[in-house]
């Protein structure tokens, strides 16, 4: 399995309020991605980042922000949680960028009342 | 605008019921194909990777096959082992963006 570990695994909040999720990698590898997932829309790209401090936007970015200090770490930060982030985020990582595949970890599933 | 649409939602098969997934897409200049494997609870776990048409990858009772338009899982003499949800995903970029489908959720009862 590859060296993904997302933390908290659970979390529940209030509108309002800022929540962060981390993303920690053991495999060294340059691209890290974060996604959201509902039912019946599927995975859906929020950011992603190609090296330390290097990032971009994805699908569904609005209300979110990232940062990699490290490239061991990719925090995905929601800086006023709405209950419309409900969701489960999975973080992938990627050795390459293109074609090849992104492993995941085993997600955060949050909820915000 | 990029798609990709995955059926049917659900099947149910009995042990050793063959059957197929479909994956069909509207990537344009489509990079890469991927087929994932998703537990409840768990985060996906790649399978495959097709790059061009024609192309065929096999892992014990799973095969995976693309054409220009679609790909297909085929699963051979399923076991409850199986059961799982399991997407598609389209790479759209050279970033490695994914356009994931909505996934096919399969129960295999013995």
Redesign the interface.
Known sequence: DAGITQSPRHKVTETGTPVTLRCHQTENHRYMYWYRQDPGHGLRLIHYSYGVKDTDKGEVSDGYSVSRSKTEDFLLTLESATSSQTSVYFCAISWARGNQPQHFGDGTRLSIL | EDQ?TQSPEALRLQEGESSSLNCSYTVSGL??L?W?RQDP??????LF?L?SAGEEKEKERLKATLTKKESFLHITAPKPEDSATY?C?G?TD?????Q????TQVVVTP
Not at chain 2, 41 to 46: A, V
């Open positions: 990709v990079r890469g991927f994932y609870g768990k985060g996906p776990e790649f990777t790059y997407l995903a790479v050279s970033w490695g963006k994914l994931f489908g909505a996934g």
